[in-house]
């Protein structure tokens, strides 16, 4: 029976080791270059976008974009919007602001520099869908995960399908603003004592407005819902976003501005065929792979493919705020770990079998990345110095201290 | 070939509720040749076989999501054109026997990606037209040795024994590639079955 059983365990392990799943060269089997369109016009008054790129093979990283490219929007067949390229890659700008309207028809006309012209079929948008209630609820995710979901229901207009957007932007305050601004002098190297600087400091108490920094997220990828299958034109508690419980987003003031654009069939299709093949992570039910058409085409004659969407949304937009306490949850700790660094500069030498000390309040603080949070000039802990990341000390290293228009404390 | 059935683009079919969403019906078509040589008599015998078969499909609609490769006909995912086979066996003496065995077939039709782009501030993959590649070609060789017993009339149990090695070559035949997006990044795999030669002994008795 036992050899039986080992005979049995040998086969299935040859099995095993024999049928197997490699992970293979990705290789661009055949790179086909193709202009890529991002166009959503909406009724928002404002200098309409529309990015223009090219498809780049698999193994580069960089974004392929389309230069020097005529575009430009006819409205109801006798409003043209000339749209000039910006500094912003691959951007264009319309030259005026203005609105998308539901009762018109848009179209979009691309003359690239390499002498091909392309055109959107034409576009009329949905009316409006109207946000019945935009809130944030405390829950626990799928993952097992406590946190906030945001949650919209809306009720549409004359179309039934729709895709979300958000802008999340949050308060940051400096947790160890620095009291001073300082300037390393008399540095000096001597072969026996080794390097001796002195440190010249200003003290600088932060303004509030130092210390406070505002960042703003957009969202990603595609978020669709459709009430298709319902009998009213209803879609209630739409998932926005999901903030992990612990998210230090949330530590002081959090808003979330989500948006409603009203689509139609073609352009649902399109998004939703690109996010799913964007997210074909399933082994065991692999989506049908395969070039995904949108409405652009080209004009001259030949069978040209051009990927993308010349979008035209009617969007509704609406703002909240909270932050962790509203949902009874615990602060969430700060964006970086900040722990101080104690060294004392008259610890010149690794004799003392720890790291010379004078040597590393040097090279910290010439790195930039560190600030003095505090010196003793005095007592028994003189000439110690204990720096902090500026980090933690100043949010302006990876937020901004621009306090946004809209933003109400 | 009237409605005969394929995918939309992005359609996914587990645990799906409205399968008939995911599916479109177009005109297939299917053609070929076979040619077959066979040796029946004699120590050294066998077969060889030949086909050239197509099998395509044609997606045409007058709503865009719904027109694959621009409405032409395309390879279906059955399509494999040349088909080429021996198995030849020689008898030694009474006793020992050997035999070959040595297939080919085309890769079976797949849809690459063929490049990227950034799109909803992600990066999303272009795929080529559906079936528009191939996946490496089915090559396999098989060798074995039949050793009989002794042929005495009043035997109770006629035996043999073969010992055989499949896949000789080692070929790494896949029958599958396909392909993973996760957090932004794309992988091919391609799963497979033997890669390795595998020997076998088999022993037959009569009675």
């Known amino acids: 029976m036992k050899k039986i059983a080992r005979f049995v365990f040998v086969l299935v392990s040859i099995l095993i080791i024999s049928s197997c799943r490699d992970e293979i060269p990705l290789d661009t089997f055949d790179y086909e270059n193709y202009l890529v369109v991002e166009a959503t016009l909406s009724n928002a008054f404002k200098q309409q976008e529309i990015k223009l790129s090219r498809t780049t093979q698999l193994d580069t990283s960089f974004a392929n974009i389309e230069n020097n490219a005529e575009v430009y929007v006819i409205a109801d067949e006798t409003t043209r919007y000339d749209f000039d390229q910006t500094k912003k890659e691959g951007v264009y700008l319309s030259n005026q602001s203005f609105s998308a309207e539901a009762s018109s028809d848009y179209q979009l006309f691309i003359n690239t520099e390499n002498g091909r012209s392309y055109t959107s079929t034409v576009v009329r948008p949905s009316n409006a869908a109207t946000i019945t209630n935009f809130y944030a609820e405390r829950t626990i995710n799928a993952d097992s995960i406590p946190g906030i979901q945001v949650l919209m229901d809306i009720e549409g207009g004359d179309t039934r399908f729709f895709r979300f957007e958000y802008e999340e932007t949050y308060k940051i305050v400096s947790p160890f603003p620095s009291p001073v601004d300082f300037t390393i002098i008399n540095y000096q190297e001597d072969r026996d004592e080794g390097i001796s600087f002195d440190v010249d400091t200003i003290q600088n108490p932060r303004l509030e407005e130092e210390r406070i920094c505002y960042s703003t997220n957009y969202s990603t990828g595609f978020n669709l819902g459709t009430s298709g299958v319902l009998n009213q034109n209803r879609l209630l508690r739409q998932p926005i976003i999901f903030i992990p419980a612990n998210d230090p987003k949330i530590q002081e003031r959090y808003s979330v501005l989500g948006k409603v654009y009203t689509q139609n069939i073609s352009s649902y299709t399109f998004y939703q065929n690109l996010d799913e093949l964007s997210t074909n992570d399933d082994l065991l039910s692999q989506k049908q792979p395969g070039f995904i058409a949108g409405n652009m085409s080209s004009i001259n004659g030949n069978s040209e493919n051009v990927l993308g969407f010349f979008d035209v949304a009617i969007e509704t937009e609406q703002r909240i705020y909270f932050n962790y306490s509203d949902f009874d949850f615990q602060e969430p700790p700060y964006f970086y770990d900040c722990n101080t660094i104690k060294l004392d500069y008259l610890d010149n030498t690794v004799l003392d079998r720890n790291p010379n000390q004078r040597e590393e309040i040097y090279s910290l603080l010439i790195s930039g990345k560190y600030n003095i949070y505090r010196r003793f000039n005095f007592g028994p802990q003189e000439n110690t110095y204990i720096l902090i990341s500026d980090l933690c000390s100043d949010c302006t290293t990876f937020s901004s201290n621009e306090k946004p228009a809209f933003w109400k404390d | ?207």
Do not use: C
């Open chain 2, 1 to 207: 070939m009237n409605n005969i059935l394929d995918y939309k683009v992005g359609a996914d079919l587990t645990l799906n509720e409205n399968l008939e969403q995911e599916l479109l019906q177009g005109t297939g078509r299917a053609y070929g040749i076979e040619f077959l040589i066979k040796k029946e008599k004699g120590d050294f015998n066998g077969y060889f076989g030949y086909t050239y078969s197509r099998s395509e499909l044609k997606l045409d609609s007058a709503i865009p999501e719904e027109n694959v490769n621009n409405g032409a006909y395309f390879p279906a995912n059955y399509d494999k054109p040349h088909d080429f086979s021996l198995v030849s066996n020689y008898r030694l003496t009474k006793r020992f026997s050997f035999s070959m065995n040595f297939t080919y077939q085309t890769g079976r039709p797949v849809t690459y990606p063929t490049g990227k782009f950034i799109y909803a501030g992600q990066e999303q993959v272009v795929y080529s037209a559906r079936n528009q590649f191939r996946i490496p070609d089915y090559y396999r060789l098989d060798l074995g040795i039949n050793i009989e017993g002794n042929h005495k009339k009043n035997k109770l149990v006629h035996s043999f024994v073969n010992i055989s090695v499949y896949n000789v070559l080692g070929r790494n035949n896949p029958y599958s590639v396909f392909f993973v997006t996760k957090d932004n990044e794309i992988k091919a795999f391609q799963t497979s079955i033997f890669s390795i030669p595998i020997p076998t002994i088999t022993y037959n008795f009569k009675f």
